[in-house]
Nanobody
């Protein structure tokens, strides 16, 4: 049974940094793509960043490129999202997600397993 557990969210001021973590348990991550999504109230869930577990290739939404960094630690089955220069527009619930297969997909419907999310709030 796959389990994804996010942590690291909080309330910060604009310009601050946070690091989100996602702990994974279940089947092998070989061949997987792990991603971070976010969803603000009244808005659709959107892709933030993803990483090919084997390749290490990373992909970012334009809105976070240059400010956020996704990484993984295979020895610990952990996924991270380093968020720098946070803006009020980054306020959302952040979700960790997993799929197996192609790396070039980013729609939420393409991901099979999800965590319950962690709240990030950025004040002006």
């Amino acid at each position: 049974q796959v389990q994804l557990i996010e942590s690291g969210g909080g309330l910060v001021q604009a310009g601050a940094s946070l690091r989100l973590s996602c702990a994974y348990s279940g089947r092998s991550l070989s061949g997987s793509v792990m991603a971070w999504f976010r969803q603000a109230p009244g808005q659709e869930r959107e892709h933030v960043a993803r990483i090919g577990w084997n390749s290490g290739r990373t992909f970012y939404a334009d809105s976070v490129s240059g400010r956020f960094t996704i990484s993984r630690d295979g020895s610990k089955n952990m996924l991270y999202l380093q968020m720098d220069r946070l803006e009020p527009g980054d306020t959302a619930t952040y979700y960790c997600a997993l799929r197996y297969g192609l790396e070039n997909v980013r729609g939420p419907a393409e991901f099979d397993d999800w965590g319950k999310g962690t709240q990030v709030t950025v004040s002006a």
